[in-house]
């Protein structure tokens, strides 16, 4: 294995596929009053479920990147192997993770210069990130070279699609991205958003539906319009403690398009404290996001 591939930890991906394919985690940081938690701890699992049971009894969460010397230390460690490195990294418009790391690696690469240092902002959010990072993980396995990998990538990642839905829209009121009174008011309706990441690596709210099974059926429709060849993907959806909605739209994309392979995983604590309980977000790859 010539090259080591670096993700972190909102690329949400089980810890099943992360010791699969030999992958490096940085760890975001997400913090409950003053006590500082790691997202991604290696050979460690966090309760998700008491995590969302504190997000329900609003608790206050606040969430950050790690620090530029936590990413130099991991990419480091690798450098010094004689490895090169490909770092595929959280959407710069969403958190200051990319731009941090690349701090870290545009010193390595000056104190490494025979070394192969490449990195790609994926322009995603949680198993969006997740699903790039599988595919090149796929692509190391079978003998493909760093270049050819992140060559794929940078063409490939705006076929990225993502959707989502929320239940709590107080959660994107904290965050900015809904006015109090569209919170509220959504709240007392029972509007469910419609939301994607676009071309920038920024959520946009792109409809709302009354309900959430409406809200599950629009994230269908999406792809019903955009997805190339789902019956042969492998279909990616995170859920905020909600296992019952991922399951019902992972039902569904069964039954429209034959899908076999289906990916449904809890929405780690830094992304899932700004979406809330009862997210549902779905991944795949379409003709457009």
């Known amino acids: 294995m010539k090259f080591q591939i670096v993700t972190d930890s909102s690329a949400n991906l089980p810890d099943e ?27 460690k699992q966090t309760d998700l479920t008491e ?12 969430t950050s990147c790690m620090s530029i010397g936590t990413c130099r230390s991991i990419f ?12 595929i990294g959280f959407s710069s418009a969403l958190s200051a993770t990319y731009q941090t790391s690349c701090q870290a690696l545009e010193e390595l690469r000056l104190e490494y210069p025979n070394r192969k240092i490449l990195s790609v902002d994926t322009l995603a959010a949680t198993l969006g990130e997740g699903l790039l990072v599988t595919y090149a993980a796929k692509f190391r396995k079978e003998g493909k070279t760093i270049e050819v990998v992140y060559d794929w990538l940078m063409e490939n ?5 993502h959707w989502f839905t929320v239940d ?20 007392i309706l029972n ?21 959430k099974k409406n ?4 994230l269908l429709k999406r792809m019903e319009e955009t997805a190339i060849e789902p019956e042969n993907q ?26 076999k392979n289906i990916l449904i995983h809890l929405l780690e604590p830094v992304i899932g404290s700004h979406c809330g309980p009862g997210t549902v977000t779905l991944f795949y790859l379409g003709t457009k996001r």
């Open 234 to 259: 492998t279909i990616y959806i995170t859920h905020g403690d909600c296992l019952e909605d991922a399951t019902y739209l992972a039902d569904k994309i069964r039954e429209k398009f034959g899908t």
């Open 168 to 187: 709590d829209l107080f959660f994107l009121l904290r965050g900015g991205r809904v006015s109090a009174s569209s919170a509220l008011l959504g709240t």
């Open 191 to 211: 509007i469910k958003p419609i939301i994607h990441v676009n071309d920038t690596g920024h959520l946009i709210p792109v409809g709302k539906v009354r309900g």
């Open 215 to 218: 809200s599950l059926r629009a």
């Open 17 to 43: 596929l992360i010791e699969k394919y030999d992958l490096h985690i940085l760890s975001l940081l997400y913090y409950i009053g003053e006590n500082e938690y790691e997202s991604y701890v290696k050979g």
């Open 157 to 161: 990642r705006l076929h990225l699609c």
């Open 76 to 87: 480091e460690n690798i450098l010094q192997q004689d490895k090169d490195l490909l770092y």
């Open 51 to 62: 995590i969302y049971a504190r997000m329900r009894n609003k608790e206050v969460f606040t």
